[in-house]
């Protein structure tokens, strides 16, 4: 199992470009989320999904779009990229099964710069 | 406001000691509280969950105590390694399915 896969590791883009960060798993998660980690604040939920066709927002959505067509593949877009949005970007998954107490799997990250 | 803290500070400490990180949180009454291990330019990885039922948790060198009234966890790393050097993050879940997380404290084991 290759577990939770990113592309890319680094971006650097201008103000106003957009793109779309992806993510995959391979464990058959119903749930997954995307981060962004900066500095002293720690980790900050952007999105998250509990299955294909479903998605919703968590502490940090303007500025970024989600869909989930399929269990495996969970991408992040930027519409308009901002220098706000400099960060590294972390996708996660994990199994809600019968219970939601399952442990979280983390993808390497994408470190994203805007100038 | 709802806040899960973690000492900011990084903490030294010398091989073979333990290390206690702590984890507090305000406005929250979560089910379950997680520990993570993220070591620098890598994503968190798992490391223990605790239950609202369970005062303590135990994995080999590692201890997890959930203390709901004081709304604190305490983590614990025994005969601590240099390996162990790493940031260490607190996570709850804040409302339906949102696994929140703290800043972490950075852990440095010194020879």
């Known amino acids: 199992n290759a577990g939770v896969t990113q592309t890319p590791k680094f971006q650097v883009l201008k103000t106003g470009q957009s793109m779309t960060l992806q993510c995959a798993q391979d464990?058959?998660?119903?749930?997954m989320s995307w981060y962004r980690q900066d500095p002293g604040m720690g980790l900050r939920l952007i999105h998250y999904?509990?299955?294909?066709?479903?998605?919703d927002q968590g502490e940090v959505p303007n500025g970024y779009n989600v869909s989930r067509s399929t269990t495996e593949d969970f991408p992040l877009r930027l519409l308009s990229a901002a220098p706000s949005q400099t960060s590294v970007y972390f996708c996660?998954?994990?199994?809600?099964?019968?219970?939601?107490?399952?442990?979280?799997?983390f993808g390497p990250g994408t470190r994203l710069t805007v100038l | 406001s709802q806040k899960i803290e973690q000492n900011s500070e990084a903490l030294n400490i010398q091989e073979g000691k333990t290390a206690t990180l702590t984890c507090n949180y305000t406005?929250?009454?979560?089910?379950?509280l997680q520990w993570y291990r993220q070591d620098p330019g890598r994503g968190p990885v798992f490391l223990l969950l605790?239950?609202?039922?369970?005062k303590e948790k135990r994995k080999e060198r590692l201890k997890v105590t959930f203390d709901t009234t004081l709304k604190q966890s305490l983590f614990h790393i025994t005969a601590s390694q240099p390996a162990d050097s790493a940031t260490y993050l607190c996570?709850?879940?804040?409302?339906?399915?949102?696994?929140?997380f703290g800043a972490g404290t950075r852990l440095a084991v010194h020879p």
């Open positions: 996660a998954s994990r199994s809600t099964g019968t219970s939601s107490y399952n442990e979280q799997f």
């Open positions: 464990m058959n998660h119903e749930y």
């Open positions: 999904s509990v299955g294909a066709g479903i998605t």
């Open positions: 406005n929250y009454s979560p089910a379950y």
């Open positions: 605790i239950r609202e039922n369970e």
């Open positions: 996570a709850l879940l804040g409302g339906y399915n949102k696994l929140i």
